[in-house]
């Protein structure tokens, strides 16, 4: 699977928050976002760093589901990804 880009614009900011979810399978990715999401400021961007292949379609799907924004997914050099996550509200 390749990058890819939700909002360009937005995916030049610094991610606030980065969650380190390497290793583990779905839904836990999703429910560390869950956890920590509220912990960074509105419209801040939180990464999280998954190589589950569910993650790279599932983080987005509950974007939309929790009315956040899908901002980008970049593939990490070693293996997954890292997917942006804009916070809004």
């Not at 390497?22 to 839904?27: D, I, Q, R």
């Amino acid at each position: 699977m390749t990058s890819s880009q939700a909002d360009p614009a937005g995916s030049a900011q610094s991610p606030a928050l980065t969650i380190d979810a390497l290793g583990k399978k779905c839904p836990i990715p999703i429910i560390m976002l869950a956890e920590q999401i509220n912990y960074v400021p509105l419209n801040a961007i939180v990464a999280v760093l998954a190589d589950d292949p569910a993650a790279f379609t599932d983080i987005p799907a509950w974007c939309r589901l929790k009315s956040h924004h899908h901002v980008a997914s970049h593939e990490l050099p070693e293996r997954g990804w890292s997917i942006h996550v804009r916070r809004n509200y």
